[in-house]
T-cell receptor
Framework: DVKVTQSSRYLVKRTGEKVFLECVQD?????MFWYRQDPGLGLRLIYF???????EKGDIPEGYSVSREKKERFSLILESASTNQTSMYLC????????????FGPGTRLTVT | GQQVMQIPQYQHVQEGEDFTTYCNSS?????IQWYKQRPGGHPVFLIQ?????EVKKQKRLTFQFGEAKKNSSLHITATQTTDVGTYFC????????????FGKGTLLTVNP
């Protein structure tokens, strides 16, 4: 059974803190993605990675960075958390060919106070 | 950049009624995917359409891809309470097939 896991289901951080969100997939997928989901705005792509140590900016990369040191792990970093980064963060992975369907993790609901 | 627009944003139906959500892209798509997200859950892949005019069925769900490959629809016949959730369409963007742009989704609620 395919699986994408995220390090935390819920997270509360203070403004200015550095925040790490981790995602692990066990499907040997090359592609991994970070999205944020906000009411009325749908899913917006923050960053994606198509290989180890490779990354590309998505549609809303400002305030975020990512790290992919191993194929199975993709980390999202909030360098200095702000209240407008309060959101649901979803990680996903996919193969680089075929149907490109994305497998999503359960999400991390981050609250920045 | 590419935009994927989805309507309606919300739809409330009585159990047994039909439901349709529509997806329109500003550019021609090589394929379109549909996902379902149950309340409190994460998006789950439903289907991919690739060919112009393609129609695919999954039990009570019918998916269509327009002739011009710029629009798509998902139709549910005789809704059930298990159909509750948000339905998203998504199309490739940025010149790659694996990077997706998602529509904002249609939230379906079903009154039993």
């Amino acid at each position: 059974d395919v699986k994408v896991t995220q390090s935390s289901r819920y997270l509360v951080k203070r403004t200015g803190e550095k925040v790490f969100l981790e995602c692990v997939q066990d499907m040997d997928h090359e592609n991994m993605f970070w999205y944020r989901q906000d009411p009325g705005l749908g899913l917006r792509l923050i960053y994606f990675s198509y290989d180890v140590k490779m990354k590309e900016k998505g549609d809303i990369p400002e305030g975020y960075s990512v790290s992919r040191e191993k194929k199975e792990r993709f980390s999202l970093i909030l360098e200095s958390a702000s209240t407008n980064q309060t959101s649901m963060y979803l990680c996903a992975s996919s193969l680089p060919q075929g149907s490109y369907e994305q497998y999503f993790g359960p999400g991390t609901r981050l609250t920045v106070t | 950049g590419q935009q994927v627009m989805q309507i309606p944003q919300y739809q409330h139906v009585q159990e047994g009624e039909d439901f349709t959500t529509y997806c329109n892209s500003s550019t021609t798509l090589s394929n379109i995917q549909w996902y379902k997200q149950r309340p409190g859950g994460h998006p789950v892949f439903l289907i991919q359409l690739v060919k112009s005019g393609e129609v695919k069925k999954q039990k009570r769900l019918t998916f269509q891809f327009g002739e011009a490959k710029k629009n798509s629809s998902l139709h549910i016949t005789a809704t059930q309470t298990t159909d509750v959730g948000t339905y998203f369409c998504a199309g490739p963007s940025g010149g790659s097939n694996y990077k997706l742009t998602f529509g904002k989704g249609t939230l379906l609620t079903v009154n039993p």
